[in-house]
């Protein structure tokens, strides 16, 4: 690196700062916007920073392998998580 490229050189990159996507609380909350029946599985992947069809494609094997548990909660957080 040249003399005046270093002395332009802003540092940016030697100093470290962790990332912050947002500074306010997550709320676990279903979704108008990315839904398919009530918007829980698209309020759960936004919650958890995933995909919602990757979380869809999981209830479905669940619910289809003889899990039934899933689909009683999946009603369950229905009722029960407050709309966006």
Sequence with gaps: MSRRAAATHDGAMSSYEPYHPSSA???LVRTRADKMVGGVCGGFAAYLGIDSNLLRILLVAAVVLG???PAIAYLVAWALMPQA
């Design 25 to 27: 609380p997550r709320r």
């Design 67 to 69: 899990f039934g548990t």
